[in-house]
């Protein structure tokens, strides 16, 4: 049965085909030319010592095995637990940022008198969000209460002025909870904008005609919510899913990301750093591939349920 | 989920919460307008005010002195992010929307293997591959040119990955052989059947390039003065410690600008496009 199968392919090389190739020659250039020469970089360079060759320039590498995964995973006090750590919030982070993001796009989706401005101010977060104004994003709740203008508006730092609370008549821990419970949320908003668009976008596409249908059958809004809306848009919360992840182990702000280039670019560790960064994409690739599997189970749970 | 029988309390209940979420995405933003509009004295202030009681431009004044006196004319640094920001985004979308088209539409052998490859290239952000790519560049040519900067944006492969999904809700196999039929080449479905009913994809993909883009900061690719970025000289203008705040503050709102307003634009693009899609299976 295989052999005229194999036989067919190959004589069909159909214009289609030919036009599939052609689409995707840009991309299939620059993954041979640049990516795929990058990670093979990447790999040699974690499995060698190299050495920066004077005059003419370059570098040779002298192969040293694993030792330098050894390293990262035996020896290296932190970074285990970074990793550890990373994975620990992610856990958490993601499902809070899907389950917030389906509600924000819900109410969205209905009518009400300024939505087109609420959808907007709802995306601000993922069209501005470098430098000061990243900064601002991710702390002003703390700089509101805690530590003043001075620190955001440099970038640094700098001296805290929590002393000032101390003036405050107001108990430290009340406030403390407070800004933890604040700063927490404001995490979780500044990551749910694309997800939020994405998911309304889905939202919009279920026909009215399917919710009136149901409430004639006597569907009340919480059936409908499970029956017909989520069942309609779990292609697009694996999608969220997929994206939230990436975003969280592609941030460049986290603490493993900041050792990591610490070791490459400040301490020159630059095999070291190869490893923990392989070490560290396989991770991220493993629960990519979980994250995305769990998502369509649970999706294919709540279709059948 | 739109107009069911729901409690009245139940429905100021969810504009509370939408007008608290929204408080949180909106005030970053207005607390730097404001800070720049702010006198010294009043940037200092602790608790901080939101809206400055002394308004003054003199933030801004200070910032456009600073652009006069840059070493290379600033038009050169403007100059360099909109070439990159356009050709990088243009090149992005376009290539990135025909191999979507071309992966999810045209069953060629092998597209399989090429997507997963795609996907996989999505985990990779800069510092992994900094190192690699440096070498990479040497060895192409590309150090010290913005093609440094450009060439890598071009194969970004989040817009592909978001414009192939929305490709396979909205656009069905039937719409393009009916196309096919009347004689359409592959590139004519594409560009007339296609492109126009993923409007919103590539508004999103535009969207996300500009923003990138428009902030790119020059690495250790780039060393001539005259081929940095205007976020490198923003971000020089502003560095100068803390006497330099309320002009950080200018220079944040102006680099804003930009995104905001393609953003506005597109927005306005994606939710028409939205409201008007018919095409449903």
Known sequence: ?305 | MKRLNRSKGGTVLLFLFILVMGFFCAFPMILIIGNSLKGVTELWKFPPTVFPKNPTLKNYRDMFQAMAGTLVPFSRYLMNTVVITVVGTLGNVIFGSMAAYALCKLRFPGRNRIFSLIVKALMFNATVTAIPSYIIMSNLGMVDSLWAIILPALGSTLSLYLIKQFMEQSIPDSLLEAARLDGASEWGVFWRIVMPNVKPAWCTAILLSVQALWNSSPNVLIYSEEKKTMSYVMGQISASGLSRAGVSAAVTVLMMSVPILVFIFSQNQVLKTMAASGMKE
């Open chain 1, 1 to 305: 049965m295989n052999k005229p199968k194999r036989k067919r392919k190959k004589h069909a090389m159909t214009r289609r085909d030919r036009a599939g190739y052609l689409f995707t020659l840009p991309f299939i250039l620059g993954l041979l030319l640049i990516f795929l020469p990058c990670l093979v970089n990447l790999f040699c360079f974690s499995f060698s010592e190299i050495q920066v060759l004077t005059g003419g320039g370059g570098y040779a590498l002298n192969f040293t095995g694993i030792s330098y995964y050894r390293k990262a995973l035996l020896e290296d006090p932190k970074f285990n637990r970074m990793l550890v750590e990373l994975l620990s919030s992610t856990l958490v982070q993601t499902p809070v940022i899907l389950i917030f993001s389906l509600l924000v796009a819900s109410i969205l989706n209905q009518k009400f008198r300024g939505r087109t401005l609420a959808r907007m101010i709802f995306f601000i977060p993922v069209v501005v969000s470098t430098g000061v104004i990243a900064y601002v994003q991710n702390n002003w709740v703390s700089i509101m209460t805690v530590s003043g203008m001075g620190n955001a508006l440099t970038g640094g730092e700098g001296a805290g002025l929590q002393e000032l609370l101390s003036q405050v008549d107001v108990g430290q821990g009340l406030i403390s909870v407070v800004v933890t419970a604040a700063s927490g949320l404001n995490k979780i908003i500044r990551s749910a904008g694309m997800q939020i668009f994405v998911l309304l976008a889905a939202l919009q596409e279920i026909p009215d005609s399917m919710y009136e249908a149901a409430k004639v059958e006597g569907c009340s809004a919480w059936e409908c919510f499970w029956k017909i809306t989520i069942p309609s848009v779990v292609p697009q919360i694996i999608i969220c899913g997929v994206y939230t992840l990436i975003s969280i182990f592609t941030a460049t702000d986290t603490p493993i990301y900041e050792y990591i280039s610490t070791q490459e670019f400040v301490n020159n560790q630059l095999s070291f750093a190869a490893a923990m960064n392989v070490l560290y994409l396989m991770v991220v690739g493993f629960c990519i591939l979980i994250g995305a599997g769990v998502i369509k189970l649970a999706g294919r749970n709540g279709r059948r349920g």
